[in-house]
């Protein structure tokens, strides 16, 4: 689904993907259940902003519940910068009921409510209206108010085949429906697309496999296909394989105080090295950031560094 709206005065797109994928969620002791993965991207004012990973599951009453996201935030040099807002049900909190099988007027649930990562309440207040749609009306949508952990409002609509319709926060237009894949034309995808995909793919396969140079001749074909310059350069050491794509929090929902503190800061002369989430070997935090050109633990000597604070940074250590 295609989204485009205004944040701060800059323009927001936003698509979320259903992956082929499941992930298999234990939310209380011997209590499993495979979730679908859906991929959430945000761009704002032409930059990518974050990438999500959201896992929800149908109860056997219809309703559908949220059971945790992968956050991965990109700073202005498209580099990821913060998995704050991360959380998975069973381990930061329970599940969380996204979207209600009979919704009535008045009936207020949590889409999410973990304690100083996620907070959101929505509370209906109409259904069964019809609103319009890019490819003509659509019927049966919902008119909600959601509550965010700052004390802000924002109004959303939510209808068949699209889930959440319209986000309007402070007066802007934040998520407007454009597209949904019920849209899309028939036959097969236009040529130049189908170059394009090839073209990513080499890009990406040499990367996952360390193959740096080939993905960087694979990085200048796919830019040449869109018109765009490549950057290219030595990539951060990294143990292992690429992980997956990262990004904070630009929804409102994900939108933290001191959900980064970390950004490379130049007074820290630890704090600019920490510029990758690689995998950790511990198993209640398999993604944490670690100092990627420091092979051994340093401490700060910087008294005012920003969010270290004299302690050390260590491999397997958020800083």
């Not at 073209?199 to 740096?212: E, F, K, L, M, T």
Request: include cysteine; glycine fraction near 10%; hydrophobic fraction near 30%.
């Amino acid at each position: 689904m295609i989204f485009s709206g205004k944040v701060d005065g800059k323009s927001f797109h936003t698509e979320t993907t259903l992956l082929a994928e499941t992930r298999t969620i234990e939310w209380s002791p011997g209590q499993r259940v495979e979730a679908r993965v859906s991929q959430y991207t945000a761009y704002l004012d032409g930059r990518i902003e974050e990438v999500a990973l959201d896992y929800y599951a149908q109860a056997d009453d219809g309703s559908v519940w949220y059971l945790g996201e992968d956050v991965y935030d990109y700073d202005r040099a498209g580099l990821v910068d913060s998995t704050h807002g991360s959380w998975l049900a069973g381990r930061e909190g329970p599940p969380e009921m996204i979207m209600p099988a009979d919704p009535k007027v008045g009936d207020v649930h949590r889409a999410e409510n973990i304690p100083a990562i996620a907070f959101e309440e929505v509370e209906i207040k109409t259904t069964d209206k019809t609103v319009g749609g890019p490819a003509g009306p659509v019927e049966s949508a919902m008119v909600a108010r959601e509550l965010h952990d700052d004390g802000t409002y924002s109004d959303k609509v939510f209808a068949p085949g699209y889930g959440e319709f319209f986000t309007g926060h402070r007066g802007e237009i934040e998520a407007l429906a454009l597209a949904v894949p019920t849209d899309a034309l028939e036959g097969s995808p236009p040529a130049e697309l189908e170059a394009l995909s090839r073209a990513g793919a080499d890009v990406v396969d040499p990367a996952r496999s360390g193959n740096w140079k080939e993905a960087s001749t694979g990085l200048k074909t796919a830019s040449g296909l869109v018109g765009l310059p490549a950057r290219t350069g030595s990539p951060p050491p990294r143990d292992g394989n690429v992980p997956r794509p990262q990004g904070t929090a630009l929804r409102n929902r994900r939108a933290r105080p001191g959900a980064s503190r970390h950004r490379g800061d130049r007074r820290c002369p630890i704090g600019a090295r920490f510029r990758a989430a690689i995998p950790s070997a511990r198993r209640d935090r398999p993604w944490s950031l670690r100092a990627v050109d420091e092979p051994d633990a340093r401490r700060c000597s910087r008294r005012r560094c920003r969010g270290c604070e004299g302690r050390r940074h260590d491999h397997g250590v958020d800083p």
